[in-house]
Nanobody
């Protein structure tokens, strides 16, 4: 049984940093992704990491500011977020897929989702 639990969200000032964690039990060798959804907006794919070769993928909106990584020994996927902006405010989710993912930033590619962790960027 796959269980994804996000943590690390909170309130941060513009320009600040946060590191989100996704504890992924039962998701060994799964492709993992991070998504977010702000009120009134569609879900947005932010970043993903392949289970095959560790390739990483980023949306243009976060490229250069966010970094995804995974600790396979601990089954944790991280999203390091730097230079945060007010428009980064959203509920952040991690997702997992046991299948070969083609469109890594597309939510429909993923079968399992966490409950989300809130990130608020405000002064």
């Amino acid at each position: 049984q796959v269980q994804l639990v996000e943590s690390g969200g909170g309130l941060v000032q513009p320009g600040g940093s946060l590191r989100l964690s996704c504890a992924a039990s039962g998701a060994d060798y799964y492709a993992m992704g991070w998504f977010r959804q702000a009120p009134g907006k569609e879900r947005e794919g932010l970043s993903a990491i392949s289970s095959f070769d560790g390739s990483t993928y980023y949306a243009d909106s976060v490229k250069g500011r966010f970094t995804i990584s995974r600790d396979n020994a601990k089954n944790i996927v991280y999203l390091q977020m730097n230079s945060l902006k007010p428009e980064d405010t959203a509920l952040y989710y991690c997702a997992a897929s046991p299948w070969a993912v083609v469109a890594f930033l597309k939510g429909s590619e993923y079968d399992y989702w966490g409950q989300g962790t809130q990130v608020t960027v405000s002064s």
